[in-house]
Every structure is written in structure tokens, then in C-alpha cells.
């Protein structure tokens, strides 16, 4: 197990190596059971690294679904993952939520500000990223695209209000090494471990992490 976490945790080094994407997207599968797809990916063009869908304007650059049946795709076993990213090396890791997990996102300066809030409560996390766009996803038990919006309201703030949004069924999350273009990797905030495989629900950690977004609107 020793293992698998120290090579859980080296993916968060920002580089696009194929073994280390295909290693890291079949570690995720197996030790995790998360489902894992694999997306587009960065190729050189005029100097510059461009998105593999071959749009020059792509607003996700190397870190988006290839293909319109990526919840069809999307697979658990590390077999299977091992296979497709031995088809292409450099395709980034996504993973679907709705299934094994939910993730709430929000704002970068919210998240951190959270973080501290939830370390002071002593609430047990599950994995969090922090991805280049400056935004920070908590990984929660499925199901809380239904909850959170009834769960923000009873703390009296609106949805709307907030810069929260939850990732449930038919979204996904990009996972550490995963580029986006030329801004960086995404990078884990909390690591997967052994000590949170299991996943918290929304319901407790919505409290700290509408009052940070309402403190950083």
C-alpha cells in the first residue's frame, strides 16, 4: 500500500510523461476504483503546445473528453485503463463523477480558506485538487448534486450567490498529472491515502465551504 500512495503522490509533479499518465490512470483504477477515461492531449504546433481536438481556441487545452461517448468509455478495471492509455500515451486522466464520487468546486481563495476551517472543525476530508484555473474540488460521497442546493439554503445563502457548483453525474474531474495547455498540472491538495478512502458527504462539509465562497465574493 506504501507503494501505491508514494506513486500516488509523485503524480502530482507536473509532467507529461506517458508512463507516468499511464501508470497513474491505472494506480487510480485499481487502488482507488475510481473510473478512469482518457482525454485529449497537448501537441506541439508552431511552438507552441496546442489541444489534440484541433481547435486553436480550445478553452480546456488537453484536458477535455476526445470523444462524445466518454461516459460509455469511462472503465474501473486497470486492464482496460492500462490499454488505452498503451494507445495513447500522452491522453489526460479524467475521471467521471456521479459514480464512486461527487465533487464540489469552487474558487481557489475560497478553498483554501475552507481547508483551514475544516482543519480547525477536524472533519475528515477526502481528496482534494487544485487545478490550474485556479479552482479546488472536493471529492464527496455521490449524491450531492441533489443535496446541496436545499443544504446551502438552510445556511441562508442562495446557490446562485455563490461561486459552489457540484460535479455529479454526466461531469468529470481532470486527475493529477493532468495539463492544461500552457497553465500548468493539476495537483492534489489532499492526496489520496488510506486514511480517506472513505468519502465525507456534502452535508458536513457545505458549511465551510459556502461561508468561504460567501466571504470571497
Not at 180 to 197: D, E, L
Not at 202 to 214: D, K, N, T
Request: charged share 20%.
Amino acid at each position: 500500500m506504501e507503494e501505491t500512495i508514494a506513486g500516488t503522490e509523485a503524480a502530482q509533479i507536473p509532467k507529461q510523461r506517458g508512463e507516468s499518465l499511464l501508470e497513474t490512470a491505472v494506480r487510480y483504477a485499481e487502488e482507488r476504483h475510481w473510473d478512469v477515461f482518457p482525454g485529449t492531449w497537448l501537441e506541439a504546433a508552431d511552438g507552441s503546445q496546442r489541444c489534440s481536438c484541433g481547435d486553436a481556441a480550445c478553452p480546456a487545452p488537453g484536458s477535455h473528453p476526445a470523444r462524445p461517448d466518454w461516459a460509455t468509455q469511462a472503465t474501473g478495471s486497470a486492464t482496460v485503463a492500462r490499454r488505452m492509455w498503451q494507445k495513447q500515451p500522452a491522453a489526460s486522466i479524467l475521471l467521471p463523477t456521479g459514480r464512486t464520487f461527487d465533487a464540489i468546486s469552487v474558487p481557489e481563495t475560497a478553498g483554501f480558506l475552507a481547508l483551514a476551517r475544516m482543519e480547525r472543525m477536524e472533519l475528515t476530508l477526502g481528496p482534494v485538487t487544485l487545478t490550474p484555473d485556479r479552482r479546488m474540488e472536493f471529492f464527496v460521497l455521490p449524491g450531492a448534486s441533489a443535496k446541496v442546493p436545499d443544504l446551502v439554503r438552510k445556511l441562508g445563502w442562495s446557490l446562485a450567490s455563490l461561486d459552489l457548483t457540484v460535479l455529479g453525474e454526466g461531469a468529470y474531474v481532470a486527475a493529477p498529472p493532468t495539463r492544461f495547455g500552457s497553465r500548468g498540472a493539476v495537483q492534489w491538495a489532499c492526496r489520496p491515502t488510506p486514511a480517506n478512502r472513505w468519502l465525507p458527504d456534502a452535508e458536513e462539509l457545505i458549511s465551510p465551504l459556502a461561508y468561504a465562497c460567501g466571504r470571497d465574493r
